[in-house]
């Protein structure tokens, strides 16, 4: 299939998203993307059952740039490596104020 233009405009991503949160049967939609990694504490707060149908739920968002010593590391202690890294929880933390004082309940 070609579709002209297309590269000029890279939101087919977005479209395919929307539609399946359209098609979606579940009470809530989790989004993410493939290179997204949650923390034990998130999925722990997912796993409760506790979301609430009035809430619009988002999480902060951090770049890493994986080092050497990550590479080849199995899921555990990748996980491990990550939230070791210093600095990273700092910066989430700020830019959950942030967002805290932009979006209040």
Same mark, same amino acid.
């Given at each position: 299939m070609s579709?002209?233009?297309?590269?000029a405009?890279? +939101?087919?991503?977005? !479209? *395919?998203?929307? $539609? /399946?949160?359209? &098609?979606? &049967?579940?009470r809530? $939609?989790?989004?993410?993307? !493939?290179?997204? +990694?949650m923390? !034990?504490?998130?999925? !722990?707060? +997912? *796993? =409760?059952?506790?979301? =609430?149908e #009035? %809430? $619009?739920?988002r *999480? %902060?968002? /951090?770049?890493?740039?994986?080092?050497?010593?990550?590479?080849? @590391?199995? *899921?555990?202690? @990748? @996980?491990?490596? $990550?939230?070791?890294?210093?600095?990273?929880?700092? #910066?989430?933390?700020?830019? @959950?104020?942030?967002?805290?004082?932009?979006?209040?309940?």
């Open positions: 579709l002209p233009h297309h590269k405009h890279p +939101i087919f991503e977005h !479209i *395919a998203e929307n $539609v /399946a949160f359209q &098609r979606a &049967r579940g809530f $939609v989790l989004k993410t993307n !493939i290179d997204n +990694i923390s !034990i504490d998130t999925a !722990i707060f +997912i *796993a =409760r059952g506790q979301l =609430r #009035d %809430a $619009v739920y *999480a %902060a968002y /951090a770049e890493l740039d994986f080092k050497p010593e990550a590479d080849g @590391l199995e *899921a555990e202690s @990748l @996980l491990e490596w $990550v939230f070791s890294q210093p600095g990273l929880l700092r #910066d989430m933390n700020l830019e @959950l104020v942030d967002l805290m004082a932009k979006y209040p309940e």
